[in-house]
């Protein structure tokens, strides 16, 4: 049973944890902003001409790219919280209907591997080279969050035996 608590523990800290990112995003707008418009105009990186011709200098798309980003995040959070809901509901099911019940944690990690991975490591890190700045570079946190996601998901997926 202590392996069950775990699972849903563990999904509504990931809950908190993209809520709270999505809500600082919103609340306090202006400060991840500026993040987001320095790496797509690619403004403190090496100015590589080769490359340079990716940046976007369209203030319209700077704020698409980030209510993206906060999307993501949002509905992170909210697929965690279901998968958690969902989970402490079967807690006392049997494995089968536990496994069930952890599709929307499933969904939860991969958004947010879709965010942190996919958003700022592939996009932001390689397409904008994110990398080659001193002071707008998140690849480090980036990566850290999506360790902390796959190994949640690693965990939360493993199979259940039944309650004896």
């Not at 995040?73 to 989970?87: D, K, V, Y």
């Not at 796959?150 to 493993?158: G, P, R, S, Y």
Request: glycine content about 6%; aromatic content about 18%.
């Amino acid at each position: 049973m202590i392996t069950r608590w775990a699972k849903i523990v563990m999904c509504l800290c990931l809950a908190s944890f993209t809520f709270l990112c999505a809500a600082d995003n919103i609340f306090d707008y202006g400060a991840n902003f500026d993040f987001v418009r320095h790496v797509l105009t690619m403004d403190t990186t090496f100015h590589d001409p080769v490359i340079m011709g990716r940046a976007v200098t369209a203030p319209r798309l700077w704020h698409a790219f980030y209510w993206l980003i906060i999307a993501g995040e949002a509905s992170a959070a909210l697929f965690f919280a279901a998968g958690s809901w969902s989970m402490w509901h079967a807690r006392h099911a049997a494995a089968d209907a536990f496994q069930r019940a952890k599709h929307w944690s499933i969904a939860g990690a991969l958004t947010g591997f879709l965010v942190w991975f996919f958003g700022f490591m592939v996009v932001g890190g390689e397409w904008f080279a994110m990398w080659q700045s001193r002071v707008w570079n998140g690849e480090e946190g980036a990566f850290r969050f999506c360790l902390i996601i796959l190994a949640v998901l690693i965990f939360v997926n493993q199979r259940d035996a039944d309650r004896s």
